[in-house]
Structures are given as structure tokens and as C-alpha cells.
């Protein structure tokens, strides 16, 4: 009935005839579509190669051998759900974007690891890191379930291909999303490479003692509001293949929130579904609530107190933040709140430029809220260089990305204070309670801190 009356028809013979008519991607459960009131494209579904496993030569010969490529993004956006078309993506290595409902969670490729489904938006991250294993280990600060560690296996992979002392750690507070890190990183074929850190939480690790002294460069992609992530819990169900787990869990579509532990059941040993490999899958609906903005407060002191902590890491040469937030309180606030604490300055943290960023992030069109740094900082001259720093993806355009937000630190022993700026009003504000620098952490598990942005 509702899908008749959304879509103008007296019944269902007309609807069968309208939606076999149709050109671009149908709506047959509300997806957004080209063309309908609010003008937003429809979001595709994005498939990274794992370079650990397989190559994209090898996957478009096999298990892509039946489709056609096409040049443009927006042709596989326009195109019928059915088709079986795919674009490799401009942007970052081993991606590609098939029709929205194109269905691979039973291919040979995806139930061994050879392919994964993970967001463009969520490569971001570990590929504006751009980590190099000469400079150090690398760590996962909040790594479950994920897609964002077995990426930065397989950009180690890519590049230094011939490097066997490629490390990284992978922290996970939660035991129970700990169990789901630890299969996609076996099924991922990086069990060698990364060493998952159960029940760790990154706030507890000493940056001073091993192993987190020789951290090179550290992924931050903490728990957020989620206000970006594509609802498309009408999609397809996804199945994350198992190879050998005893304990297996079956979560559901939502990501957690602090100090609780996701819903889960026993399943058998053979498949785990869930989140993990479609990370679009998540409730993203907090701003609903009632306590959103206090809520969102303590996001923002939550997620500036990692940052803090991140810099504490004494042979740290680059860390990367993201969120799978629109909220500029979880974004530009956070990074400008962190760039002018007095633990970045005396450590010589400063922001990425976007001329020093890796091609497909230097050229990445839309970059952070002017005006939203501007208000912050009023009277700064940083303020165009650093809203060029930062990276968005906004959902329902032709990019065909989650909403989401990327930006990178790296040390520079020759950064000036940034003098005036932690005087505003507007600065104080965004600063954690107590000390910005020295806030224990001993209360951090009771803070709630929204959903998971590794939806991964």
C-alpha cells in the first residue's frame, strides 16, 4: 500500500508496469532514488579488492567477469538495480561500485576474504594515514569490526610489498566485538601482520612502555553520533563467512554504545551476520532523542580526549580522525579543540595540509565548514588552511559516499603556537571538564559515546 501511494499508482498491475519501466534504480523499499522530491542520489554498493588475498586484476577476470565496466560513477548510480556493471573508483586503489542490490555475500570471492564490502567514505581514513612500517607499528585505536584495520594490512601490502615487519595493533575495548575483529582479521589473511588487542582500552595504554612506544602512526575513528551512516536497513541481509570460530555471533544491525554490549545470539560456526562488511547497516538515528545535544556534548569531550591522548605517543609521526558524523561538534570542533591544547603544541601536532595529502585525498572535493571554523576562531588567518585540511563526504550525492569526516595530524618539530586562539570564548568551550591535558580517564568507561563509526 504505501509504496503504491509513494509512488502515484491505483494499483498494483500500474506499480508492476511503472517499476519495470523505469530507468534508474528502483524504490521498491524507499531507497532514495534520482529524481524523487529531495533531488539525492541513490548510494551504490562500494567492494574493496583485498590486496592480501587476491588483486583487482584477478577479481574483475573472475568474479567479476560477467559484468561491464563502465567509465563514470554515475552511470552505475543510474543504473537498474540488476545490472551487473561496476566502476573502479578514481579515488582509492581496489575499490569498486556495483548497483546498490547487487548481492555478494554468497560469491566465492566474499566467503574467502578475497573482497569486502566497506563504504568509500570508510576507506578514507586508513588511506589519508598513509602509513609507512620504516617510521613504526601502527595502531587501531577503536578497531572493531574491522574493515579499517584489514585495510591498512592490505595499503601495507600494496606499497611495501616486499616489507615483512609491517605491524599493527588493534585495540578493541568491548570482548564481544573483539571476537568479530579477530575473525575478519583471519578471514582478511592478516592474522600475521596484526595483533588484536581484546578488551584493550585505548585511553588505559601507557604511551611510554612497549609496545605503544614504537607506534609510528595511530587510526583514530571513534564512536560517534553516526548522523552520516546511509540508512539501508531494507537492504539485503550481509553474511561476514567464518572459516573456524568457535564462539561466533550474530549481531544485529546497531552499532553499541559505551559500556553496553551488543545484542547477540549463538550461531553456528560457519557464517557471522551482521555489520561487519556493511557498515551502512546502523540505527543513525540518536538526534532523535531528547538528550541528543548534551549527548553530543559529551561525544565531542570524549573524542578530543583521545586525541590527546594519541599525541602522547612519543615516536608518533602521523594519526588520522574520523567520524561517521555530519555534526561539526564531532568534527572541525573536535580537531580544532585538540590542535590548540598545550599536549599538541609542545609536541608539534599540527594538521595535514591538503597539499601534503595523497592523491585521491588532496583532490577530494568537498573539504571542512568554513563557517563553522570561522565562528571558532574568528580571528585567525589559519582558518582556510584548516578547513582545506579536513575532508567530508556527504550522503546522497553523485560521489555515492556515506556522510563522513577524515582529517590527519602529523608532527612537525618546527610548528609554531598558535597563539590567540586558545583565549576565544569558543575554544574554551569545545575543552573537555578539567584539565584538557591531564583529564584522568578513570571515568571514560561511564561516558556514553554514541555508535560505533567503524560501522567500519
Known amino acids: 500500500m504505501s509504496v503504491r501511494i ?9 506499480l508492476r508496469s511503472q517499476l519495470s519501466c523505469t530507468e534508474g534504480p528502483a524504490d521498491v523499499l524507499g531507497a532514495p532514488t534520482l529524481g524523487q522530491k529531495d533531488n539525492r542520489w541513490p548510494h551504490p554498493r562500494w567492494v574493496r579488492i583485498n590486496r592480501l588475498k587476491s588483486s583487482l586484476e584477478e577479481q574483475l577476470s573472475t568474479a567479476f567477469a560477467d559484468y561491464e565496466k563502465v567509465s563514470t560513477l554515475e552511470e552505475v548510480l543510474l543504473a537498474k538495480p540488476s545490472a551487473k556493471i561496476f566502476h573502479v573508483d578514481d579515488d582509492i586503489p581496489d575499490l569498486i561500485a556495483l548497483p546498490a542490490r547487487s548481492d555478494l555475500t554468497r560469491t566465492a570471492a566474499y566467503l574467502n576474504g578475497s573482497i569486502i564490502l566497506q563504504d568509500k567514505a570508510s576507506c578514507f581514513p586508513a588511506f589519508l594515514l598513509d602509513p609507512n612500517p620504516e617510521h613504526g607499528a601502527c595502531l587501531d585505536a577503536c578497531a572493531a569490526p574491522g574493515n579499517k584495520t584489514t585495510h591498512l594490512a592490505a595499503i601495507f601490502k600494496r606499497r611495501f610489498p616486499d616489507h615483512c615487519k609491517a605491524r599493527i595493533l588493534a585495540c578493541e575495548k568491548d570482548k564481544a566485538r573483539a571476537k568479530l575483529l579477530k575473525s575478519m582479521v583471519a578471514l582478511a589473511g592478516c592474522h600475521d601482520m596484526v595483533t588484536v588487542k581484546a578488551g584493550q582500552d585505548f585511553l588505559l595504554l601507557d604511551p611510554g612502555k612497549a609496545p605503544c612506544k614504537d607506534i609510528g602512526s595511530l587510526l583514530l575513528d571513534p564512536s560517534c553520533s553516526g548522523s552520516g551512516i546511509v540508512g539501508r536497513d531494507e537492504t539485503l541481509a550481509v553474511t561476514l563467512p567464518v572459516e573456524t570460530v568457535e564462539d561466533t555471533l550474530l549481531t544485529k544491525s546497531r552499532k553499541r554504545k559505551r559500556g553496553r554490549k551488543p545484542d547477540v545470539e549463538l550461531q553456528s560456526n560457519r557464517t557471522t551476520r551482521g555489520a561487519i ?10 538526534a532523535r532523542n531528547e538528550n541528543f545535544q548534551t549527548r553530543l556534548k559529551a561525544l565531542s569531550a570524549f573524542q578530543v580526549r583521545l586525541l590527546h591522548h594519541a599525541f602522547r605517543f612519543p615516536s608518533a609521526q602521523r594519526i588520522s580522525y574520523s567520524t561517521c558524523s555530519i555534526y561539526p561538534e564531532e568534527n572541525e570542533q573536535v580537531v580544532i579543540a585538540a590542535l590548540n591544547s ?18 585521491g585525498m588532496e583532490s577530494w572535493p568537498t573539504r571542512g565548514e568554513l563557517g563553522t571554523i570561522h565562528e ?23 560521489e555515492g559516499t556515506q556522510g563522513f569526516f577524515v582529517a590527519a595530524f602529523i608532527r612537525d618539530s618546527t610548528v609554531a603556537m598558535i597563539g590567540d586562539m586558545l583565549e ?19 571515568d571514560s568507561t561511564e561516558e556514553w559515546d554514541g555508535l560505533s563509526s567503524d560501522g567500519d
Open 6 to 14: 509513494k509512488r502515484g499508482v491505483k494499483n498494483i498491475e500500474e
Open 277 to 286: 562488511g556493511d557498515e551502512e547497516r546502523s540505527l543513525g538515528a540518536v
Open 342 to 359: 598545550t599536549i599538541a603544541k609542545e609536541c608539534g601536532w599540527r594538521l595535514l595540509r591538503r597539499d601534503e595529502q595523497i592523491a
Open 376 to 398: 571558532l576562531i574568528p580571528y585567525s588567518t589559519d582558518a582556510t588552511e584548516i578547513a582545506e585540511a579536513c575532508i567530508r563526504c556527504e550522503a546522497g550525492t553523485k
Open 424 to 442: 576565544t570564548p569558543q575554544i574554551k568551550a569545545l575543552v573537555p571538564p578539567g584539565d584538557p591535558d591531564n583529564a584522568s580517564h578513570a
